[in-house]
């Protein structure tokens, strides 16, 4: 390929087989690898690709769970890391105005003299990248307060996939005509690349109170989600963890996280200094007329840190009880997440698979993560995917939805119909051609492809 | 672009037939099921920083080392030796794993392998010759060897070798390596046997000289005697150890490594010391690892683990069992930059900053990035001069904007790394080892 350049461009057999993963189960090799430095690289990949009818498929920190990143149907990865700086942050409107290959936390540390912040804190984001962030539509713990990716983006600049360069949106919140910014945040890569990106910037909190709270069951833990919502207090973040992904948590981070106990939340609370006592002492009383057997108050910036450094290391850490994992993402109404939560762990128990526990309860937002060592059990992830089925439809039935933050990607392209009738999927597919008419922005994504998704019947679980 | 043959998933079956692991050195397939290739390791990472490639990633390279065990790579790769030895071997991402991969033994096994299963050229072989057998285990020589290039550079062979750097590269290389000679003559540490505890006697302990340490920094090596002896701690010098075997160990010669290491066992065996107090981080790194370099050795498992039980870095020691005797004030500014092997290799983070407060009158300011690596890694500013110019012109960059005039660090490489950036960018800042600048506080109390 000489439209960039040697440097630019990974192209030796061995070199590519590091560009067949990301932080999903998925794997695919590509047929080549490029690293623009510049829109107009981009733009120029673009344009050879789609005169020689080849996919491009974009990747930011290959830290996605949806294997938005793999190159299913062959083609370009297009990498984003050595786009990767922030070009301008403009403290008196809170805008920053990024290139996609920064880093999430980056951007945070970057504006902090400042008093800022950026929202949006998914839990890889000490290496997943904003493109990345914005082609998922990521959340994260603190979704609960503050919402998802889409609400802190208010300008786009992005390359189709025949190389046209756009802007969508800009610096204010506001937009005349369609929401495009809207459109494309959450795409993954479908319809086409984003080569910069205007965030919004948010003040950072007063002060906060975390805390930590062990239960003996998951039950009484998940009821507590519920009666501190039910309550009227706004918690920035609730998240739930079971035994099993707190031991590996506690062996990682040595936070002081409790081994014993059944379930644990933790509970963040944030904003002006006065009234976070009351909103303490609040969840507190719910919590101990729950059953919390334990309560701990983060007592310093480190600890909480700890914490949530815990928290936020989660997936990461379970390598320490199996090499595989594989992750759902289902979405349900809080309140039912005792009854679902049972049949997530039935899931998975019925086909002899192990299963942890770790999600934004506040959300009802689901992670259930099944282990697996392929080595010894080679049709393990078949069974945890078929789990992973049973478990989506449960959500679905519940009134949620297949995905709160990961994407659907090429993992769970093929339950699309669990979510979506035909005429559903039929009307993302044109919008989806007013992009990419060609079709080779990210394919074999978000929509089922008939060669894939054959095998899965989703007939038995509808 | 023609065909495609992509998308498909990989296969695991091998279309030509590729070597695979030589020995049982290579990087073991348990250690790599650790990693869930989540990707929290790459923005720690110095060479994907700078490269932004991830075959030069943590991730990337325990993808690669799979590969091999899968049949998809082989061991004598040319890229596989490529991306194993750009790594610096930090160890950064260790700390950055959640799951807790053990990076540094997979790199090393990975290097390893590659000795084993390529030949290198008859220059590489007499460079690894020269340096790994004729110079590190060998005191006088490597002694002989410091003095000899102290005194090239002091007669101007810097300018010589430029000149002729004009017309040969070999030239440019050698000038460059003299950059790294300290201005300081090399010093002798000229300990005796024993040096006495002040006071009662707290424990005794067995100073571990390391190769370098003993060759140029001499007086950093009586420095720590006297430290530990004013705070209560016999010292005692072995004149039979040898060199530690790290460089052996990250260039993946680990015969030579494990013989080194057996004669170090038995030699502070002998010794029979409370504990093995080492101040060069990287030695230090490498000691505590003995029992896994001797793990397939059934005579030597259990006293390499025994004696790895005993090794303390200095800076370690000190803040465990608490200064003794208060410090004098030093009025300066300083930074302290945690070398790799002492933060990262062994986990020693909190203990040189206790003791750099304990200090008074010393400001200390805290240096951004100082968990990174300065370029110095071993030999990797002779193997990968380029990307160690670019990691140490960051590592100037981040020291200047402190403002410091002291930088503090635990560790000789980084010391003449360091020192050699500093040289052009800002000669009045002193680099400065921390037991030395502990000593020296000493004397002003």
């Not at chain 1, 945040?185 to 919004?200: A, P, R």
Request: include cysteine; charged fraction near 20%; aromatic fraction near 4%.
């Amino acid at each position: 390929m000489d439209v960039l350049g040697r440097g630019k461009v990974v192209a030796t057999r061995e070199d590519m087989l590091t560009y067949e993963y990301d932080g999903s189960a998925d794997t695919a090799s590509p047929d080549a690898v490029v690293l623009p430095e510049t829109t107009a690289d981009v733009a120029a990949v673009a344009r050879f690709c789609h005169e020689h009818g080849v996919p491009i498929v974009p990747r930011g920190a290959g830290t996605g769970l949806s294997g938005g990143a793999i190159p299913v149907e062959g083609g370009v990865v297009m990498s984003f890391a050595r786009m990767a700086r922030i070009l301008e942050i403009d403290v008196p409107n809170l805008r920053a105005v990024v290139q996609p290959g920064v880093v999430n936390l980056h951007l945070s540390t970057a504006v902090a003299p400042h008093g800022l912040y950026f929202v949006p804190d998914p839990s890889s984001q000490k290496a997943c990248t904003l493109g990345g962030n914005v082609a998922e539509n990521s959340g994260g713990p603190h979704t609960l307060a503050y919402g998802v990716t889409t609400n802190h983006v208010t300008g786009l600049e992005i390359v189709l996939s025949d190389g046209t360069i756009a802007r969508l949106g800009g610096k204010a919140v506001e937009d005349e005509g369609y929401d495009l910014v809207g459109t494309f945040v959450g795409s993954e890569g479908t319809l086409g690349m984003v080569t910069e990106i205007t965030v919004k910037l948010t003040p950072l909190a007063e002060d906060r109170r975390t805390v930590l709270a062990a239960f003996t069951t998951m039950d009484q833990a998940s009821e507590t989600v519920s009666a501190i919502i039910a309550s009227g207090v706004v918690p920035a973040a609730i998240e739930m963890m079971d035994n099993l992904s707190t031991q590996a948590v506690e062996e990682s981070v040595h936070a002081g996280y409790p081994l014993d106990a059944g379930g644990i939340l933790l509970v963040e609370v944030e904003g002006v200094r006065d009234g976070l006592e009351d909103a303490r002492e609040r969840i507190e009383a719910i919590c101990r007329a729950n059953g919390a057997s334990s309560l701990r108050l983060a007592a310093t910036a480190l600890e909480r840190e700890k914490l949530w450094a815990g928290r936020k290391g989660a997936f990461a850490a379970m390598g320490r009880l199996a090499p595989d994992y594989y992750v759902q993402d289902g979405v349900i109404p809080r309140t039912r997440l005792p009854e679902i939560l049972r049949r997530v762990n039935e899931a998975a128990a019925s086909r002899g698979l192990r299963i942890a526990n770790v999600f934004h309860a506040g959300d009802g937002n689901l992670h259930p993560l099944i282990v697996f060592d392929l080595r010894k059990e080679p049709d393990a992830l078949r069974r945890a995917q078929e789990a992973g089925l049973e478990i989506l439809a449960a959500c679905v039935e519940a009134g949620g939805s297949i995905t709160g933050e990961h994407g659907v990607g090429m993992e769970k392209n093929c339950f699309m119909p669990l979510q979506f009738r035909p005429d559903d999927l039929a009307a993302m597919r044109r919008v989806k051609d007013a992009f990419d008419p060609a079709g080779l922005a990210n394919p074999g994504k978000v929509f089922p492809t008939p060669s894939r998704c054959r095998e899965f019947s989703l007939g038995a679980v509808r | 672009m023609g065909g495609l043959r992509g998308g498909q998933p990989p296969s695991t079956v091998a279309p030509l037939a590729f070597l695979p692991y030589p020995n049982a050195d290579a990087p073991s397939e348990d250690l790599i099921a650790r990693c869930v290739h989540c990707g929290l390791c790459l923005p720690t990472c110095p060479t994907f920083a700078v490269l932004g490639v991830e075959m030069d990633s943590p991730r990337g390279r325990i993808r690669l080392m799979k590969n091999v065990w899968e049949g998809r790579l082989g061991a004598d790769a040319a890229a596989f030796d490529d991306h194993m030895n750009t790594c610096l071997d930090c160890r950064a991402c260790e700390t950055a794993c959640p799951s807790g991969v053990e990076f540094g033994k997979l790199v090393e096994g990975a290097r390893s392998q590659i000795v084993a299963a390529r030949n290198a050229s008859l220059g590489e072989r007499v460079i690894r010759f020269v340096a790994l057998d004729a110079l590190l285990p060998h005191r006088r020589a490597l002694a002989a060897f410091a003095r000899f290039s102290y005194l090239s550079k002091r007669l101007g062979a810097g300018a010589a070798l430029r000149a002729i750097g004009t017309v040969s590269h070999a030239a440019r290389r050698l000038a460059g390596l003299l950059e790294l000679v300290p201005d300081q003559a090399p010093t002798s540490e000229g300990l005796p046997r024993t040096v006495a505890a002040h006071g009662t006697r707290r424990a005794r302990a067995a100073l571990f000289g390391g190769c370098v340490q003993r060759a140029v920094f001499g007086a950093t090596n009586a420095a720590t005697a006297r430290v530990l002896a004013r705070n209560g701690v016999e010292v005692t010098v072995i004149e039979d150890q040898t060199c530690c075997g790290a460089l052996h160990a990250h260039a993946g010669e680990r015969d030579g490594a494990r013989a080194l290491a057996r004669r170090n066992i038995a030699a502070f065996e002998r010794a029979g010391a409370d504990v093995v107090v080492v101040n060069a981080a990287g030695c230090g790194a490498a000691l505590k690892e003995y029992g896994w370099l001797l793990k397939d050795d059934p005579a030597w498992h259990d006293r390499a683990a025994r004696f790895a039980s005993t090794v303390r870095d200095a800076t370690e020691y000190l803040a465990e069992i608490g200064l003794r005797e208060k410090p004098g004030p030093v009025r300066a500014k300083a930074t302290y930059d945690d070398p790799c092997h002492l933060l990262h290799g062994q986990k020693v983070r909190e203990q040189p900053r206790a003791l750099l407060a304990a200090i008074p009158e010393l400001t200390v300011v805290p240096l951004v990035e100082a968990d990174w690596c300065c370029g110095s890694a071993g030999t990797y500013n002779v193997t990968r001069p380029e990307l160690s110019r670019q990691l140490l012109e960051r590592k100037v960059g981040h020291i200047k904007s402190t403002g410091a005039e002291l930088v503090v660090t635990a560790n000789p490489g980084c010391l003449m790394q360091i020192q050699s950036g500093l040289r052009r960018e800002a000669p009045a800042v002193r680099v400065v080892h921390l037991i030395d600048l502990l000593d020296e506080a000493y004397g002003a109390s």
